[in-house]
């Protein structure tokens, strides 16, 4: 899933820990990761380890940085719930990483106000927006559809796309099997207005209960993961969005996309203060009745869709490089 992103932007890795097992746990995961950058830090002597998001990986690798004395950057700093069940265990990862870091780059100015409450100094702080802007433009600009002969040219070009994504391990079980109950009825409800589309993670943990309870279901149909080409095309063509997906909370606002978070907790208040996304959990009779009315009450639709996005410009990663420059020119 990794490799199309990077195929995306043209970028070819030097270093493949090859890190990822079926099956695999936190703990073994994160063990492996701290061993492996360990032997990565040694060899490349790095000055800078720079780090972005909150998934085990970055959190294991800001450790291993911080046991050898390598200055971190933590990219996408700050972002909080202030539940560590909700995300799990992302919640953790990024305070963690947070508290090791030598600069914190904020994508918010909220996020910068929730890290100096945490008692981090100012002057590692730099408010940078996101640098999920900056990817989601470019892609943006240089533009894609299917060619045709693609299977997105099967889906029904006269109804309104309902773009779902639904992976997170908090949703696990019952969230999950409420989600796709209140899928099922959705597209049997109205499926000669709307069509879900759902790109289904590879993890088993999604892929067999969402594919057990939605295949051949009327008006969904559900796909592999697809490209980042792919998935921005699905969120510019669709009418609405249903994620747990906390990058798609990001990205939406900037293609005039409604969201419907399906999580108890998100990291990403400025987008809901915005107006642009609305929490609504994983109740099945909610997530219905949310989605209704975004379909059927147009001023409402709109006013979402209106809203402004909070995180970024575009222009985040050239604000971290000068951000870094900066830092070494004041040594």
């Not at 992976?167 to 099922?184: K, S, V, Y």
Request: a negative charge; charged letters at 25%; hydrophobic letters at 40%.
């Amino acid at each position: 899933m990794l490799d199309q992103v990077l195929q995306v932007f043209q970028i070819t890795p030097d270093i493949d820990l090859h890190l990822m097992q079926p099956g695999q746990s936190l703990s073994g995961l994160g063990a492996r990761v701290l061993a492996a950058m360990d032997e990565v830090l040694v060899a490349e002597r790095p000055d800078w380890v720079l780090v972005q998001g909150d998934t085990t990986t970055v959190m294991m690798t800001a450790l291993a940085a911080q046991h050898r004395k390598v200055r971190v950057g933590h990219v996408e700093a700050g972002l909080r719930t202030y539940d560590r069940a909700n995300p799990f265990p992302e919640e953790m990862n990024r305070i963690v990483a947070d508290h090791v870091s030598d600069l914190l780059f904020a994508p918010t100015e909220i996020a910068r106000r929730q890290l100096l409450r945490e008692g981090i100094d100012a002057h590692r702080i730099v408010v940078t927006g996101n640098t999920v802007i900056d990817a989601l433009l470019t892609v943006v600009k240089e533009g894609w559809t299917p060619p045709p002969d693609h299977a997105l040219n099967k889906l029904p070009a006269d109804r309104q796309w309902i773009l779902v994504t639904a992976h997170r391990r908090e949703n696990f079980g019952q969230p999950l099997d409420d989600i796709c109950q209140a899928l099922t009825r959705i597209g049997r409800e109205r499926q000669h207005q709307v069509h879900i589309v759902y790109p289904v993670h590879r993890n088993p943990n999604v892929w067999e209960p969402v594919h057990h309870a939605l295949a051949g279901q009327p008006g969904i149909t559900l796909l592999p993961p697809v490209d980042y080409r792919i998935l921005i095309y699905l969120m510019q063509r669709c009418h609405l969005i249903l994620t747990d997906s906390g990058g798609l909370q990001e990205e939406a606002p900037s293609l005039d996309k409604p969201v419907l978070v399906l999580r108890l907790a998100t990291e990403r208040p400025e987008a809901v203060d915005a107006g642009a996304t609305r929490l609504i959990g994983t109740d099945p009779h909610r997530i219905v009745s949310e989605t209704y009315h975004l379909l059927d009450d147009r001023v409402e639709y709109t006013r979402m869709a209106d809203a402004r996005n909070p995180y970024g410009d575009g222009r985040a990663a050239r604000r971290i490089g000068n951000a870094l420059i900066a830092f070494a020119e004041h040594r």
